[in-house]
Protein backbone atom coordinates (compact mmCIF):
# COMPACT_ATOMS: atom_id res chain seq x y z
CA UNK A 1 0.00 0.00 0.00
CA UNK A 2 1.18 3.56 -0.75
CA UNK A 3 0.77 4.36 2.87
CA UNK A 4 4.01 2.36 3.61
CA UNK A 5 6.08 5.61 2.34
CA UNK A 6 9.63 5.45 3.90
CA UNK A 7 10.57 8.55 5.64
CA UNK A 8 11.52 11.51 3.48
CA UNK A 9 9.85 10.18 0.31
CA UNK A 10 7.10 13.05 0.10
CA UNK A 11 9.96 15.55 -0.29
CA UNK A 12 10.12 19.24 2.60
CA UNK A 13 7.38 20.64 3.70
CA UNK A 14 6.70 24.45 2.73
CA UNK A 15 7.09 27.45 4.35
CA UNK A 16 4.43 29.28 6.14
CA UNK A 17 0.90 29.78 4.58
CA UNK A 18 2.51 28.78 0.84
CA UNK A 19 1.88 24.93 0.25
CA UNK A 20 4.07 22.98 -2.17
CA UNK A 21 3.87 19.53 -4.00
CA UNK A 22 5.35 17.89 -0.69
CA UNK A 23 2.57 19.22 1.49
CA UNK A 24 -0.30 17.92 -0.97
CA UNK A 25 1.33 14.46 -0.64
CA UNK A 26 2.03 14.37 2.96
CA UNK A 27 -2.05 15.45 3.20
CA UNK A 28 -3.01 12.60 1.06
CA UNK A 29 -0.51 10.07 3.49
CA UNK A 30 -2.89 11.80 6.54
CA UNK A 31 -6.09 11.31 4.66
CA UNK A 32 -4.99 7.19 3.96
CA UNK A 33 -4.41 6.96 7.43
CA UNK A 34 -7.82 8.22 8.59
CA UNK A 35 -9.00 5.26 6.65
CA UNK A 36 -7.15 3.08 8.86
CA UNK A 37 -9.05 4.26 12.45
CA UNK A 38 -11.28 1.96 13.90
CA UNK A 39 -15.32 3.01 13.13
CA UNK A 40 -16.72 5.05 15.60
CA UNK A 41 -20.07 6.49 15.65
CA UNK A 42 -18.80 9.17 18.52
CA UNK A 43 -15.65 11.12 17.09
CA UNK A 44 -14.17 11.49 13.98
CA UNK A 45 -11.88 9.51 12.21
CA UNK A 46 -9.10 11.61 11.03
CA UNK A 47 -5.24 10.56 10.15
CA UNK A 48 -2.08 13.04 11.34
CA UNK A 49 1.90 12.60 10.36
CA UNK A 50 4.76 14.91 11.97
CA UNK A 51 7.31 15.96 9.22
CA UNK A 52 10.51 17.49 10.07
CA UNK A 53 11.41 20.52 7.73
CA UNK A 54 14.23 18.21 5.86
CA UNK A 55 11.17 16.07 5.05
CA UNK A 56 12.04 13.17 7.80
CA UNK A 57 9.23 11.86 8.75
CA UNK A 58 9.02 11.99 12.83
CA UNK A 59 5.34 10.50 13.73
CA UNK A 60 2.27 9.12 12.36
CA UNK A 61 -1.13 7.85 14.20
CA UNK A 62 -4.84 7.76 13.22
CA UNK A 63 -7.68 8.21 15.98
CA UNK A 64 -8.12 5.44 18.15
CA UNK A 65 -4.97 3.82 17.10
CA UNK A 66 -4.78 2.19 21.01
CA UNK A 67 -7.56 3.98 22.80
CA UNK A 68 -11.08 5.02 22.37
CA UNK A 69 -9.86 8.11 23.41
CA UNK A 70 -6.86 9.22 21.12
CA UNK A 71 -7.29 11.84 19.05
CA UNK A 72 -4.39 11.15 15.29
CA UNK A 73 -2.89 14.36 16.15
CA UNK A 74 -2.19 13.14 19.91
CA UNK A 75 -1.16 9.87 18.76
CA UNK A 76 1.43 10.39 16.94
CA UNK A 77 2.82 13.79 19.15
CA UNK A 78 3.21 11.13 21.72
CA UNK A 79 5.56 9.07 19.82
CA UNK A 80 8.14 12.23 19.31
CA UNK A 81 10.47 12.91 22.91
CA UNK A 82 9.17 16.75 24.23
CA UNK A 83 13.20 17.50 23.90
CA UNK A 84 13.48 16.53 19.75
CA UNK A 85 14.95 19.72 18.11
CA UNK A 86 13.28 19.06 15.35
CA UNK A 87 10.15 19.70 16.72
CA UNK A 88 10.20 23.39 16.52
CA UNK A 89 10.33 23.51 12.74
CA UNK A 90 8.53 20.35 12.15
CA UNK A 91 4.69 20.46 10.03
CA UNK A 92 1.71 18.59 11.14
CA UNK A 93 -0.60 17.18 8.13
CA UNK A 94 -4.01 16.45 9.78
CA UNK A 95 -7.05 14.92 7.72
CA UNK A 96 -9.54 17.41 9.61
CA UNK A 97 -8.35 21.16 11.52
CA UNK A 98 -7.32 19.98 14.95
CA UNK A 99 -9.74 20.27 17.44
CA UNK A 100 -10.00 23.30 20.16
CA UNK A 101 -12.40 22.20 22.38
CA UNK A 102 -12.94 18.58 23.55
CA UNK A 103 -14.83 16.25 25.94
CA UNK A 104 -12.76 13.56 26.84
CA UNK A 105 -9.14 14.75 27.90
CA UNK A 106 -8.08 18.60 29.29
CA UNK A 107 -5.75 19.78 26.17
CA UNK A 108 -7.54 19.89 22.58
CA UNK A 109 -4.83 19.44 19.91
CA UNK A 110 -4.26 22.80 19.10
CA UNK A 111 -2.71 23.25 22.31
CA UNK A 112 -1.04 19.93 22.38
CA UNK A 113 0.66 21.10 18.94
CA UNK A 114 1.06 24.76 20.02
CA UNK A 115 2.83 23.64 23.53
CA UNK A 116 5.25 21.33 21.06
CA UNK A 117 6.64 24.44 19.50
CA UNK A 118 5.21 22.94 16.32
CA UNK A 119 5.42 25.83 14.13
CA UNK A 120 3.04 24.60 11.17
CA UNK A 121 -0.04 22.89 10.61
CA UNK A 122 -1.65 21.72 7.20
CA UNK A 123 -5.36 20.57 6.70
CA UNK A 124 -7.98 19.26 4.35
CA UNK A 125 -10.66 19.98 6.35
CA UNK A 126 -12.38 22.27 8.93
CA UNK A 127 -14.37 20.71 11.50
CA UNK A 128 -17.90 20.57 11.37
CA UNK A 129 -20.30 21.45 14.64
CA UNK A 130 -21.00 17.87 14.89
CA UNK A 131 -19.67 17.48 17.99
CA UNK A 132 -18.45 20.49 19.25
CA UNK A 133 -19.80 23.79 18.85
CA UNK A 134 -17.12 26.30 17.28
CA UNK A 135 -14.12 23.85 17.11
CA UNK A 136 -12.02 26.76 15.52
CA UNK A 137 -8.68 25.08 16.46
CA UNK A 138 -7.96 27.07 13.12
CA UNK A 139 -8.46 30.08 14.78
CA UNK A 140 -6.61 29.44 17.82
CA UNK A 141 -3.34 28.17 16.20
CA UNK A 142 -3.29 30.90 14.09
CA UNK A 143 -3.53 33.33 16.88
CA UNK A 144 -0.90 31.20 18.46
CA UNK A 145 1.21 32.64 15.62
CA UNK A 146 1.01 28.62 13.68
CA UNK A 147 0.26 28.84 10.23
CA UNK A 148 -2.68 26.84 9.31
CA UNK A 149 -2.81 25.58 5.18
CA UNK A 150 -6.15 24.19 4.52
CA UNK A 151 -6.07 22.23 1.07
CA UNK A 152 -9.55 21.84 0.40
CA UNK A 153 -8.97 19.64 -2.51
CA UNK A 154 -8.33 17.12 -0.12
CA UNK A 155 -11.56 17.49 1.78
CA UNK A 156 -13.59 14.61 0.16
CA UNK A 157 -10.84 12.19 0.97
CA UNK A 158 -10.85 13.18 4.39
CA UNK A 159 -14.38 13.28 4.53
CA UNK A 160 -14.64 9.65 3.57
CA UNK A 161 -14.31 7.65 6.46
CA UNK A 162 -16.81 9.83 8.19
CA UNK A 163 -19.49 9.78 5.88
CA UNK A 164 -21.74 8.24 8.50
CA UNK A 165 -21.09 10.93 11.11
CA UNK A 166 -22.26 13.84 8.44
CA UNK A 167 -25.61 12.83 7.68
CA UNK A 168 -26.66 12.63 10.70
CA UNK A 169 -26.17 14.72 14.70
CA UNK A 170 -25.55 12.77 17.20
CA UNK A 171 -24.41 13.18 20.78
CA UNK A 172 -21.24 12.20 22.42
CA UNK A 173 -17.76 12.20 23.06
CA UNK A 174 -15.34 13.67 20.68
ZN1 LIG B 1 -8.02 16.56 18.72
Not at 8 to 28: E, F, N, V, Y
Amino acid sequence: MSINRTAGACGQPGRGHKATAADRAWLAVACELAAQCPPSTTAFSVGAVIVAIDGTELARSYSRENDPHDHAEEGALVKIPDDDPRLANATIYSSLEPCAKRASRPRPCAQLIRDAGIHRVVTAWREPDTFVLGADGTEFLEKAGVPVIELPEYADAAKLPNQHLLKQNVDGDS
